[in-house]
T-cell receptor, first 113, second 115 residues
Framework: AQSVTQPDIHITVSEGASLELRCNYS??????LFWYVQSPGQGLQLLLK??????LVQGIKGFEAEFKRSQSSFNLRKPSVHWSDAAEYFC???????????FGAGTRLAVHP | DAGVIQSPRHEVTEMGQEVTLRCKPI?????LFWYRQTMMRGLELLIY????????DSGMPEDRFSAKMPNASFSTLKIQPSEPRDSAVYFC?????????????FGQGTRLTVV
């Protein structure tokens, strides 16, 4: 069965520090992988996606993620966090050919000034 | 494009009442998804449509829930009768074919409170 695990429920970082949010997935074939961000009271915004090609993908707002098949991981990174990055981040997996997404439980990011 | 539009943004209703949530997908998108978000269960896919046809409704929790898509620009999710445990944020999302356009676009959600 397909599943997504985000091991960290809450993460707090200082503004300007680097960030890595972890995501592990379980899927029998090459998955489509996504990171979404949700600000309070808002919908989900697509940050980036991987479905083929280069395993390091760039997204919006300075985020990037790396697909590692051997580790079944798709971790999200940002070199320098801004206070406006405080939000909840969701990793999702979708079977190839469909956008029927399965989401992880989310990681809530707090940013200290 | 204005994105996926959901209405209302907030709904408070009494237990036993009928509730209808509405969604207008992005023009040209032929997939539409309804998700529910709760603290306990996170984001769950309830149902999705392709070209206005329901494809998978296995996530619909009970017969009290129903969804329709009468045309390419409108969908509804109805709960009748509503119960307090239905309180959640309901999201609508739309997308094109994942093979060429992976990723879905979400509306801002409807926060439903059943008292």
């Amino acid at each position: 069965a397909q599943s997504v695990t985000q091991p960290d429920i809450h993460i707090t970082v200082s503004e300007g520090a680097s960030l890595e949010l972890r995501c592990n997935y379980s899927y029998g074939a090459t998955p489509y992988l996504f990171w979404y961000v949700q600000s309070p009271g808002q919908g989900l915004q697509l940050l980036l996606k991987y479905f083929s090609g280069d395993t390091l993908v760039q997204g919006i707002k300075g985020f990037e993620a790396e697909f590692k098949r051997s580790q079944s991981s798709f971790n999200l990174r940002k070199p320098s966090v801004h206070w406006s990055d405080a939000a909840e981040y969701f990793c999702a997996v979708g079977p190839g050919g469909y956008n029927k997404l399965i989401f992880g439980a989310g990681t809530r990011l707090a940013v200290h000034p | 494009d204005a994105g996926v539009i959901q209405s209302p943004r907030h709904e408070v209703t009494e237990m036993g009442q009928e509730v209808t949530l509405r969604c207008k997908p992005i023009s040209g998108h032929d997939y539409l998804f309804w998700y529910r978000q709760t603290m306990m269960r996170g984001l769950e896919l309830l149902i999705y449509f392709n070209n206005n046809v329901p494809i998978d409704d296995s996530g619909m929790p009970e017969d009290r829930f129903s969804a329709k898509m009468p045309n390419a620009s409108f969908s509804t999710l109805k709960i009748q009768p509503s119960e307090p445990r239905d309180s959640a944020v309901y999201f609508c999302a739309s997308s094109q074919d994942a093979g060429t356009h992976p990723g879905a676009f979400f509306g801002q959600g409807t926060r439903l409170t059943v008292v």
